[in-house]
């Protein structure tokens, strides 16, 4: 494939999303804002690409996105190694995510699962352990992972496509979308960033 190539695809899956997907973004734009209203927090897992996601998006909760407000409670699972890997070592590798959702998770709080096949087994794990604490569990996925993973999930967000990369790059824009709206919504009346403390930021 060359560059137009790569562009097309890019463009098609973007534009497919979100024509299946308003909708459901709506909703969970909606649902996030209520649990933060109400003192709930966001919690985010995924593996490999998905994981470096789940961080990304975790930090634009807890500082900010286009708006200089104060911050929202957002912990990606992917983070502490020590956890990780004594979850993996203890039990399985399974068990990595839905332990920490088992101990982190309440009622009213939100799961973002990023798979980009909807098949990886320590996603699928989180969400179930999400839906037995009573969370809102929101699915990021491709095309075929959609089927996989909609019984686990009160939305789902599929991108159709089947490449990996594609959807990826998906995902990090719906998800910019979803914390542009949400901080809208909380903080009408914040300025916009970089309007007030810099840190010493030259």
Known sequence: MGLDDELTAHIEALTGMVAASSVTIGDVVERLARSFLHGGK???????????DAQHIAAEFMNRLRLDRGPLPAVAL??????????ANDACYDD?????????GQSGDVLFALSTSGGSANVIAA???GR???MFTVGFTGESGARR???LCDAVVAVP??????IQECHEFVCHVIAGLVERRLFPEAPPAGSG???GRA
Do not use: I, K, W
């Open 42 to 52: 966001l919690l985010v897992c995924g593996n490999g690409g998905s994981a470096a």
């Open 78 to 87: 992917t983070t502490d190694t020590s956890v990780l890997t004594c979850v």
């Open 96 to 104: 990595v995510f839905s332990r920490q959702v088992e101990a982190l």
């Open 127 to 129: 969400l179930t352990a």
């Open 132 to 134: 037995e604490r009573g």
């Open 149 to 151: 993973l909609a019984p």
């Open 161 to 166: 496509s089947e490449d990996c990369a594609r």
């Open 197 to 199: 403390r810099d840190c």
